[in-house]
């Protein structure tokens, strides 16, 4: 079992970036795909970004291509979220999770095994 616990998140006015970090218990974490997802009020979850186990694979939603960038460090248990040139689009509650089952990763939550308690992210315009 692994445990995650976001951070990063916060109020940021359009056109601002944040790092979003998410912190993985356990000394498994090479063994998952990670994916970061985020819920905006009203709307369903949604995948933003996923990472293969090693790092080299990665997918992103059309709607931040070019604009987000998921990572991985192994050694520090910890997948991260470069987010830049934000709009207010953007503000939702961020989750990362884990995925233990797929070959490379997924873009379908109900694939991902354990979840993050998520941060808030807001975009002023």
């Known amino acids: 079992q692994v445990q995650l616990v976001e951070s990063g998140g916060g109020l940021v006015q359009a056109g601002g970036s944040l790092r979003l970090s998410c912190a993985a218990s356990g000394r498994t974490f090479s063994r998952y795909a990670m994916g970061w997802f985020r819920q905006a009020s009203g709307k369903e979850r949604a995948i933003v970004a996923a990472?293969?186990?090693?790092?080299?694979?990665?997918t992103y939603a059309d709607s931040v291509k070019g604009r987000f960038t998921i990572s991985r460090d192994n050694a520090k248990n910890t997948v991260y979220l470069e987010m830049n040139s934000l709009n207010p689009e953007d503000t939702a509650v961020y989750y990362c999770a884990a995925d233990q089952k797929s070959g490379i990763y997924s873009t379908e939550a109900y694939r991902y095994d354990y979840w993050g308690q998520g941060t808030q992210v807001t975009v002023s315009s």
């Open positions: 990472i293969a186990r090693s790092g080299v694979s990665k």
